[in-house]
């Protein structure tokens, strides 16, 4: 009855096969091989011919790690996904790990050169300096960009500051690449333009409107192309040419009324001319996003275009004092002095040099209030012609032009109030 009750208890278990040697005398027990039925199979590891299976303990662990994925070498799977380095010119001796233990035997390396190469097993390779340019240069600083950097070490690039950079670099995309400021100042060759441009206005201005009219076309003409030039669009023939001709139409209109509705006529000319650009642009089929970058630099352009035409409706002191003051401010702060100082020596300048053409005009020692008003216009367009790594081409056009047609309001509205 026993035995018919075991064989009852055990109907419905899949099937154990006998894991004994050839010979014993009992198979394993049946309580135990009912608790692993469903477990997975487990190799046998023992060695053939062996009497006894492996322990339990080894089933056990084999059963553990039956499900879990084959491990790898840890330095295989830390760089398995790397791509492979060629072995070309321009590596160092003793770079690759198979040459290191030569190079450490013959040259005594110290006992870090392994953590040195594995510091930098991810960086990219670095190209030889130059011997003459290492030796042309003897006394560069530790730290400046022109000295060799330490491996792992970042490059020690001057962080961007908003004093700029009163003499210009070389190559705008090679001061971004560096890192450097984007504002470059134009320099002393656009202020001796701007300066010139300005003693033009002033000297012209006491000869009437058709003798200030040539200068003031120049003006209008660097304007509206340096303005298209400094936000990056360019040839751009067609807002070039409307804010010119909207500059032209402002001009003719100062010219036809009286010099009281001067000033209704540059606004009206200015409404006329937006409302025409946005029918143009309307029109346009390019991006909706190049549509309203192309609207937005076509206003601004034309409407500093058409803003120089406030010389003409100011009276001739004030154009005199105004001009000069914009030229000596510019002069001044294309000198090597500090940005702070600079600015504030540029200001005085301007006051003194309206003070001194007063003088001789009749605006008398209100030229010092105006001379004040149109430097600090100048700087501010001086500061707009310099953002963004502004080209050589920027620098002559808008850099020469923006000093100018930011201070024509000021020189027209400080006119009136001082004159």
């Known amino acids: 009855m026993q035995g018919a009750e075991a064989a009852a208890e055990t109907a419905y278990l899949p099937p154990v096969r006998d894991a004994a040697a050839p010979g014993a005398s009992f198979p394993p ?24 299976p492996p322990p339990a303990q080894g089933a056990d662990a084999a059963a553990e790690t ?23 010119a321009g590596v160092p001796d003793g770079w690759y790990r198979e040459e290191a233990p030569a190079a450490a035997g013959t040259a005594g390396a110290a006992p870090g050169a392994e953590s040195w190469a594995e510091a930098t097993a991810y960086l990219p390779p ?44 070389v190559d705008p995309a090679q001061a971004r690449a560096e890192g450097l400021s984007p504002i470059i100042d134009p320099g002393p060759q656009s ?8 003693l033009l206005l002033a000297a012209a201005a006491p000869f009437g409107d058709l003798a200030l009219l040539v200068p003031l076309v120049v003006l209008q003409g660097l304007t509206a192309a340096g ?26 209109a ?8 001067g000033p209704g006529a540059i606004i009206g000319t200015l409404g006329v001319w937006v409302l025409l650009t946005l029918v143009l642009q309307l029109r346009s089929a390019a991006d909706p996003d190049e549509r309203m970058y192309g609207l937005m630099a076509s206003v601004a352009s034309a409407a500093l275009a058409i803003m120089c035409a406030g010389f003409l409706a100011a009276g001739s002191a004030a154009v005199s004092v105004g ?37 001789l005009t009749s605006l008398g020692a209100g030229g ?41 309001p000021a020189v027209y509205l400080l006119g009136r109030v001082v004159g």
């Open 126 to 169: 670095q190209a030889a300096a130059d011997p003459v340019e290492a030796a042309g240069q003897p006394g560069t600083p530790a730290g400046q960009p022109g000295e060799p950097q330490a491996p792992g070490e970042e490059p020690a690039y001057s962080p961007p500051t908003l004093g700029g950079n009163t003499m210009r670099a």
């Open 368 to 408: 010092a209030l105006l001379g004040l008003a149109a430097g600090v216009c100048a700087l501010i367009g001086l500061r707009v012609a310099a953002y963004d790594y502004p080209s050589k081409f920027v620098h002559m056009t808008a850099g020469v032009a923006l000093p100018l047609a930011a201070a024509a």
């Open 66 to 88: 039956a499900y879990l994925p084959p491990v790898r070498d840890a330095a295989a799977a830390e760089t398995a996904y790397l791509p492979p380095v060629r072995e070309g």
């Open 29 to 52: 027990p049946v309580q135990d091989a009912a608790e692993t039925a469903y477990l997975p199979p487990v190799r046998d590891t023992a060695v053939p011919g062996g009497p006894y």
């Open 191 to 198: 202020a001796l333009l701007t300066a010139a441009l300005g």
């Open 254 to 261: 100062v010219l036809a009324v009286d010099a009281v509705h």
């Open 227 to 252: 303005w298209f030039r400094l936000n990056g669009m360019w040839p751009a023939r067609q807002g070039i040419a409307l804010a010119f001709l909207g500059a032209l139409v402002a001009d003719a």
């Open 323 to 359: 001009a000069v003051a914009v030229a000596v401010a510019v002069f001044v702060r294309a000198l090597p002095l500090p940005p702070a100082p600079s600015v504030a020596v540029s200001l005085a300048a301007a006051a003194g040099s309206g003070v001194a053409v007063g003088a």
